[in-house]
Nanobody, 118 residues
Framework: QVHLVESGGGLVQAGGSLRLSCAAS????????MGWYRQTPGRQRGLVAT???????NYADSVKGRFTISGDNAAKTVSLQMNSLKPEDTAVYYC????????????WGQGTQVTVSS
């Protein structure tokens, strides 16, 4: 079993910054990729950013130039630096990990609330 623990959410004014972190722990495994997704009430969970084990990254268009994802494969952690936050960034942010152990499996964190006030 793999557990993802997120931290760093909170309330910030528009134009401010927050940093989210996520750590994976549990059974012996390696990380194929980790990333962040977000969800608002009544909408589907959507991609924010991902980073693969080879270091390649992918961002939603809406966050390009403002958010930066970074990861540490050995430590099995991923972080999301969010700058120039906008009210429309308000959402619950979820960490996702795709794990290699006798196959590929995905796991989700419990979610952390990010609220950006105008």
């Amino acid at each position: 079993q793999v557990h993802l623990v997120e931290s760093g959410g909170g309330l910030v004014q528009a134009g401010g910054s927050l940093r989210l972190s996520c750590a994976a722990s549990g059974s012996t495994f390696s990380v194929a990729s980790m990333g962040w997704y977000r969800q608002t009430p009544g909408r589907q969970r959507g991609l924010v950013a991902t980073i693969s084990s080879d270091g390649s990254t992918n961002y939603a268009d809406s966050v390009k130039g403002r958010f930066t994802i970074s990861g540490d494969n050995a430590a099995k952690t991923v972080s999301l630096q969010m700058n120039s936050l906008k009210p429309e960034d308000t959402a619950v942010y979820y960490c996702k990990a795709i794990i290699r152990t006798n196959g590929l499996f995905q796991y989700w964190g419990q979610g952390t609330q990010v609220t950006v006030s105008s």
